[in-house]
Structure formats: structure tokens, C-alpha cells
């Protein structure tokens, strides 16, 4: 049976103009979602988390807006791999230093997420990325280290970040400064299995994913929550995005065995083949979580 096309409607985002489903969130609320009408949505586990977030109306490269972008309810899958540093230097600004395990080794990411309730309505995202040290701190402490490979605290460079909404590619390159374009991206993950797929411009599989879901622990809400810092360059100057994910409900198997990366000829391929990874040492799985997501900072970075 073919799929209902949704109707849309058409915002501007800073002089671009984007269709969003016609009577979705950012239709009705334009970011400032109530937070009542949110919570009985049967599909959003509560609405506590952002109750201790208030919104700041700012202004940014995409006109007038409110920070954070609240995602409601989502799931995320991470494959994390060990390469080595002279690949991963390759890649990064001379600015940024790689976060390393070992002397010679770093760690590189594959990241799946489904938002299925968001403030800029439902989308799918993938990612290529790197573990790099904090900005602006001199030599890597044993801190910096444990709380990367934790994953409470990390900081990361990002190579692809595809999308499958205008309304999520316009404002992540655009006010974010991500490398984010448009293709047909799937992700789907519950309790028993993980899969994903993305795109290449020509249709065909550029990065795909299958595996067992992790066991999954939960979490009171609140009790869990960790930190993404991501790097990017706007106008020529760096910038700190900062995701905080409220995890409800997650689980991690390590040296996996019951996983499948398939790898086609897209701009992730690429940019994953280009890192030369050695062995996934990990993977994560996030069933059932919730994210603020701020807009980028100026920071200074010393190279």
C-alpha cells in the first residue's frame, strides 16, 4: 500500500524557504511548544526533563528563534571504532587533536537517530565522526579520557551528518554549521533490533546497518544524563554546539559480534573509509530518550 503524502506548509528559515508538515509542532509553535500538549502525545515518556530547560529567544544565522531545540522522544545507535591517529589527523582541522586510547590510536563513530517527536517535527539523521580532546585544554588527563570512552561527556568532530527534512538540513548547516544535506534515510530501533540505511545521491545504499539490539537497562528520568559537544567553524570562526540526552532506557555490548555495517560508495562511506578504522570496540543503543539540543557558542580553539 502506497504511503499517505503528508501536506505541508511553507516557513522561512533566515531567507530560505522549507516546507513542514501542515498542524506539526513547528506549524503550531514555531519552537515555543507547549509543553502540556507534548506530554499527551501517548508516544513521549513525560515532559519533566524540559520543564528544567527554559527556552532563550535568540537571534541566529536563521533568523529569530528559541534555544534549545527540545526532541522529545528518540532512539540512537552508535558504532564505535578504533583507528589510527595519523587517519584521523588527516581529517581534522589542524585546530582540533584527536582523542587518543592509546599513543598512535583514536576512536571514530557511526551514529543512527530517530526523532520521532521534536519541536521541528519527525526526521532521521546518520553521522561520521570523531572523538577529539575538549578545546581549549593543553595536554589530555586521565579524565578527559575516561569520560570519552564512558560516553557521559563527550566531544566530537563530524564529517557527514545527513538528514531526511529540509526544515533539519537548513538549520543544521546553516545555524549550526554541520556538513548536512538531504537524502532518503531510514532508522528503526526497538528492544530486539537496530537497522538503518542511508542513501547515496543516486538512490542506492551509501552506509547501512543490522543488529541485535543490546540488553536494555532503564533509567528515572534525570538519573542519566550526558553531554555531546560538537566543533564547527561559522564564518570562519569556531563555534560549540551542545546536545544534552535525557536516557531513559539503553544498553551496550562491547567487541559486538551480531553486527553488519554495510558500506557502499555515498559521501559517509567516504568519509568512514577515509579514517581507516581497525576494530569496533563498541556499540550503543539508546531505545527510548529525550535531547536539548543548543545552538552553537563562539569559542576560541588553540591550535
Known amino acids: 500500500m502506497a504511503a499517505t503524502q503528508q501536506e505541508t506548509i511553507e516557513v522561512d528559515l533566515g531567507g530560505r524557504t522549507v516546507p513542514v508538515p501542515k498542524g506539526g509542532l513547528y506549524d503550531r509553535y514555531r519552537m515555543n511548544t507547549e509543553l502540556d500538549d507534548v506530554a499527551r502525545d501517548p508516544r513521549v515518556p513525560g515532559v519533566e526533563f524540559f520543564r528544567r530547560l527554559p527556552k532563550t529567544r535568540v537571534d541566529s544565522r536563521i533568523g529569530p528563534t528559541l534555544t534549545p531545540n527540545f526532541y522529545y522522544r528518540i532512539s540512537t545507535a552508535r558504532l564505535t571504532m578504533i583507528a589510527r591517529s595519523r587517519a584521523i589527523r588527516a581529517r581534522l582541522p589542524r585546530a582540533l587533536e584527536p582523542l587518543e586510547i592509546a599513543p598512535g590510536f583514536g576512536l571514530v563513530s557511526v551514529m543512527f537517530f530517530r526523532y520521532d517527536v521534536c519541536d521541528i517535527d519527525f526526521y532521521t539523521e546518520a553521522a561520521v565522526g570523531i572523538a577529539v580532546r575538549p578545546a581549549r585544554h593543553g595536554k589530555l588527563g586521565l579524565v578527559d579520557l575516561v569520560a570519552g570512552l ?144 543548543h545552538l552553537p557558542a563562539p569559542i576560541s580553539v588553540q591550535g
Not at 570562526?237 to 555495517?261: E, K, Y
Open 150 to 293: 564512558k560516553n557521559d561527556n563527550l566531544d566530537t568532530y563530524v564529517l557527514s551528518l545527513p538528514v531526511n527534512t529540509e526544515i533539519a538540513q537548513v538549520r543544521g548547516h546553516d545555524g549550526y554549521g554541520f556538513p548536512k544535506w538531504v537524502t532518503e534515510l531510514d532508522v528503526d530501533i526497538d528492544a530486539d533490533r537496530t537497522s538503518a540505511r542511508v542513501a547515496d545521491d543516486a538512490g542506492e545504499t551509501d552506509i547501512s546497518l543490522s543488529a541485535a539490539t543490546p540488553a536494555q537497562s532503564t533509567y528515572p528520568t534525570g538519573s542519566r544524563v550526558s553531554a555531546l559537544t560538537s566543533y564547527t567553524t561559522i564564518d570562519g570562526a569556531w563555534h560549540s554546539t551542545l546536545s544534552q540526552t535525557n536516557v531513559l532506557s539503553a544498553g551496550t555490548a562491547r567487541f559486538p559480534r551480531d553486527v553488519t555495517l554495510h558500506l557502499g560508495q555515498g559521501r559517509m562511506t567516504e568519509d568512514l573509509r577515509s579514517l581507516h578504522p581497525i576494530k569496533t570496540v563498541q556499540f550503543d543503543v539508546v531505545t527510548e530518550g529525550q535531547l536539548a539540543l
